[in-house]
């Protein structure tokens, strides 16, 4: 009978290592990084009204993150874009660029804000400089398999930064 219980027990402990309980907030949609969160804001504000506010905080600048303009509609109320932040992960001066497709779409009294189709680049020495989906490494680092020491500064920096980006356009927006 003890030999049972701890067999139980060691096969209970050998399959929490397949899984790693992450603290850190990436949401996902069909296995991809998606960030979407729609806003209801005051009923007074028409849709020409927010999608200049929108445009206008398009066009600002940010620390360590790049924002490009690709279509804006002002009779369907969508802006989209690409967007790349740097992401410093470590003293020594290796960082990520992460790229990513953002998109408002604004009607009377509100607007949805959705990020999708992300990317990472390191840049460091002896890393290939290529873009690549960042969902292979997040599905590895949430399995316990992370690719390097700078996941977790990586994660922790999108979720970070993505916060950060939406809740200045919700400024903007107000």
Do not use: H
Not at 118 to 147: A, L
Not at 150 to 164: H, M, R
Request: hydrophobic share 35%.
């Amino acid at each position: 009978m003890l030999n049972i219980q701890f067999s139980i027990l060691l096969i209970l402990f050998s399959l929490k290592g397949f899984t790693q309980k992450s603290d850190i907030d990436i949401p996902m949609k069909n296995g991809k990084v998606y960030y979407e969160k729609s806003y209801e804001l005051n009923s007074n504000f028409n849709q020409d009204e927010l999608f200049n506010r929108a445009l206008k905080w398009f066009k600002q600048d940010f620390q360590n993150t790049e924002k490009i303009k690709t279509s804006a509609n002002k009779k369907t109320g969508e802006i989209t874009g690409s967007c790349i932040f740097k992401i410093v992960t470590s003293s020594t001066g290796n960082y990520y660029l992460m790229r990513f497709v953002m998109n408002i779409k604004v009607y009377n009294g509100g607007y949805t804000f959705t990020a999708n189709g992300f990317y990472e680049k390191p840049i460091e020495s002896g890393i290939s400089n290529e873009y690549s989906k960042i969902e292979y490494r997040w599905w590895d680092y949430r399995q316990g398999k992370p690719w390097s020491v700078e996941d977790v500064t990586l994660f922790k920096g999108i979720a970070s930064d993505e916060t950060a980006l939406m809740a200045s356009l919700e400024n903007q927006m107000k």
